[in-house]
């Protein structure tokens, strides 16, 4: 067990999006919160966020001033390092450098006691190239949020290969303590949503490379025929091109370029050109404009298709994260609807649509490409061939 409680003073490293959204987090929790950056003024910064942000739910209503004022008095910014001495866990969460991160938990090491907790929010660096030369490796794992922190429920726990099982555990134990839903995933690139979910951009840019579609058409062929909260598109401008494509491009380069992960070209370009999506007015979409969604005649028989084809490549990516033992079959349902708002555990749905439905389709689009990214996985064909399901009932 982790000797971890409202009493443990937390510290946070990197006061950007991510860091002061987990010092919310864990400062809502009731801890004393220490919030460190390289840049002083982003901490004052951060500090100033949060206040907007837990002033507009308390006008809403769905927040006490009262609580709201301890939040913020919890937070306590620092300009050194060593103020992190008394803390019990530290959450990292700067700029994404194998580098740079490991320099700073060096230093760590030398200020704060043994006991001390390490975690790192990285999205695409191993925890095991963290933490490999620390003096204590078993003491550091993976918390990884989602954007924004306060909002999202999921964390993905993440040992490494030298991370002890009491301390996994133990960070298991305190997500669930903070109000979030914790699952566990081993050191894997993209860990179980950043590769879950990479045929939901990578298989809707491949059709509308193809011409098959337009945006708005492949968007709301996710929305309408899979109840999608946000269509594959409208996604991308959200997280930003520059940062989805990014995310594939470490995705692919760390599973030895398998084609499943093949980057897109269009992506590159949006992203080229500065057409990141939301943040700069414009990417797959404008923004500069109001606009209104146009439902036009679609044909029913394409959106179907469109929605199959998109479905069918998210459930194959779930089956070989379970195949590979990534995580388990709950934890990757779970991973999908709380990380990234998807309708459905994408397990649960292949066992809804059939097994064999599924590996059809995969199959007679692995016929038509000759590619390798819609090669049905193993383990689907196995259960077909023992007559299983995901789950039981
Ligand atoms: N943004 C996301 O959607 C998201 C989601 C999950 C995980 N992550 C991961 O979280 C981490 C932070 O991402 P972010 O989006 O919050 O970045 P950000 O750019 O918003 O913030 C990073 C902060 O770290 C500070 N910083 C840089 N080097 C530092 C150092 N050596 N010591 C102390 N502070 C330093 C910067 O000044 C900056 O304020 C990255 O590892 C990223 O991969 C990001």
């Given at each position: 067990?982790?000797?971890?409680?409202?009493?443990?003073?937390?510290?946070?490293?990197?006061?950007?999006t991510m860091g002061s959204g987990i010092a919310q987090v864990a400062a809502s929790?009731?801890?004393?919160?220490?919030?460190?950056?390289?840049?002083?003024?982003?901490?004052?910064?951060?500090?100033?966020?949060?206040?907007?942000?837990?002033?507009?739910?308390?006008?809403?209503?769905?927040?006490?001033?009262?609580?709201?004022?301890?939040?913020?008095?919890?937070?306590?910014?620092?300009?050194?390092?060593?103020?992190f001495q008394k803390c019990g866990l530290i959450i990292e969460a700067i700029i994404?450098?194998?580098?740079?991160?490991?320099?700073?938990?060096?230093?760590?090491?030398?200020?704060?006691?043994?006991?001390?907790?390490?975690?790192?929010?990285?999205?695409?660096?191993?925890?095991?190239?963290?933490?490999?030369?620390?003096?204590?490796?078993?003491?550091?794992?993976?918390?990884?949020?989602?954007?924004?922190?306060?909002?999202?429920?999921?964390?993905?726990?993440?040992?490494?290969?030298?991370?002890?099982?009491?301390?996994?555990?133990?960070?298991?134990?305190?997500?669930?303590?903070?109000?979030?839903?914790?699952?566990?995933?081993?050191?894997?690139?993209?860990?179980?949503?950043?590769?879950?979910?990479?045929?939901?951009?990578?298989?809707?840019?491949?059709?509308?490379?193809?011409?098959?579609?337009?945006?708005?058409?492949?968007?709301?062929?996710?929305?309408?025929?899979?109840?999608?909260?946000?269509?594959?598109?409208?996604?991308?401008?959200?997280?930003?091109?520059?940062?989805?494509?990014?995310?594939?491009?470490?995705?692919?380069?760390?599973?030895?370029?398998?084609?499943?992960?093949?980057?897109?070209?269009?992506?590159?370009?949006?992203?080229?050109?500065?057409?990141?999506?939301?943040?700069?007015?414009?990417?797959?979409?404008?923004?500069?404009?109001?606009?209104?969604?146009?439902?036009?005649?679609?044909?029913?028989?394409?959106?179907?298709?469109?929605?199959?084809?998109?479905?069918?490549?998210?459930?194959?990516?779930?089956?070989?994260?379970?195949?590979?033992?990534?995580?388990?079959?709950?934890?990757?349902?779970?991973?999908?609807?709380?990380?990234?708002?998807?309708?459905?555990?994408?397990?649960?749905?292949?066992?809804?649509?059939?097994?064999?439905?599924?590996?059809?389709?995969?199959?007679?689009?692995?016929?038509?490409?000759?590619?390798?990214?819609?090669?049905?996985?193993?383990?689907?064909k196995k259960m077909i061939d023992s007559s299983k399901k995901f789950y039981n009932?």
């Open positions: 067990m982790l000797n971890i409680n409202n009493n443990t003073d937390i510290g946070v490293i990197g006061a950007g929790a009731g801890h004393a919160v220490y919030l460190y950056d390289a840049n002083f003024s982003s901490c004052e910064k951060a500090i100033v966020n949060l206040k907007n942000g837990l002033n507009k739910l308390v006008d809403k209503g769905k927040l006490e001033q009262k609580k709201a004022d301890s939040i913020i008095s919890n937070i306590h910014i620092i300009d050194k390092l060593e103020n994404e450098d194998l580098d740079v991160k490991r320099t700073l938990f060096g230093k760590l090491e030398d200020i704060c006691e043994p006991t001390c907790i390490f975690a790192s929010n990285t999205s695409s660096l191993s925890i095991g190239s963290i933490s490999g030369n620390l003096k204590n490796p078993e003491r550091f794992a993976g918390l990884h949020f989602f954007n924004p922190a306060q909002v999202l429920p999921l964390v993905e726990v993440v040992p490494s290969v030298l991370t002890s099982d009491n301390i996994i555990n133990g960070l298991y134990d305190l997500m669930k303590v903070w109000g979030k839903t914790p699952v566990i995933a081993k050191d894997t690139p993209g860990f179980i949503v950043n590769k879950v979910a990479r045929p939901y951009y990578g298989e809707a840019l491949k059709i509308y490379e193809e011409g098959l579609a337009d945006f708005s058409e492949i968007d709301f062929a996710m929305k309408s025929i899979g109840s999608f909260k946000m269509g594959p598109f409208e996604l991308m401008d959200l997280i930003g091109n520059d940062v989805n494509y990014k995310v594939t491009e470490t995705v692919f380069t760390e599973f030895y370029y398998d084609g499943r992960y093949k980057p897109s070209i269009t992506q590159k370009r949006y992203a080229e050109a500065g057409l990141l999506g939301r943040k700069s007015g414009r990417g797959f979409y404008d923004y500069s404009k109001e606009t209104t969604f146009e439902e036009k005649n679609y044909d029913y028989n394409k959106l179907n298709y469109i929605f199959t084809r998109i479905l069918v490549m998210l459930i194959n990516e779930a089956i070989d994260t379970l195949y590979r033992n990534i995580a388990s079959k709950e934890d990757i349902d779970l991973a999908v609807i709380k990380g990234v708002n998807y309708p459905k555990g994408l397990l649960k749905w292949a066992d809804e649509l059939g097994l064999e439905f599924v590996y059809d389709e995969l199959n007679s689009l692995y016929t038509l490409y000759l590619e390798d990214r819609y090669r049905p996985c193993p383990l689907l009932e």
